[in-house]
Nanobody
Framework: QVQLVESGGGLVQPGGSLRLSCVVSGIIFSTYDMGWYRQAPGKQRELVARITSGGSTNYVDSVKGRFTISRDNAKNMVFLQMNSLKPEDTAVYYC??????????WGQGTQVTVSS
């Protein structure tokens, strides 16, 4: 079965950085688009970034220039480098396997808290 395991979340001060990682098993990783979503308390889940199987990327406007999504097909991993973090980035972050533009499989999530 498909499994996604995120890591790298934690508590960071405003302006700091974190790097989220997600290791995936059960699929031919290199052939799938991958995504990172987040859900803040009391808010709807939103797409943060997506990377296609060919390496093209897109981001929600609020993180452009601060976050970078990347992938390592040899290790079946996808990453989210988050710089210049803001309190409004506080959320649970989820890694997803994408299929025709929609998330099909989800990880368990990792908490990111930005606070002084």
């Amino acid at each position: 079965q498909v499994q996604l395991v995120e890591s790298g979340g934690g508590l960071v001060q405003p302006g700091g950085s974190l790097r989220l990682s997600c290791v995936v098993s059960g699929i031919i990783f290199s052939t799938y688009d991958m995504g990172w979503y987040r859900q803040a308390p009391g808010k709807q889940r939103e797409l943060v970034a997506r990377i296609t199987s060919g390496g093209s990327t897109n981001y929600v406007d609020s993180v452009k220039g601060r976050f970078t999504i990347s992938r390592d097909n040899a290790k079946n991993m996808v990453f989210l480098q988050m710089n210049s973090l803001k309190p409004e980035d506080t959320a649970v972050y989820y890694c997803t396997v994408e299929f025709f533009g929609s998330p099909q499989h989800w990880g368990q999530g990792t908490q990111v808290t930005v606070s002084s």
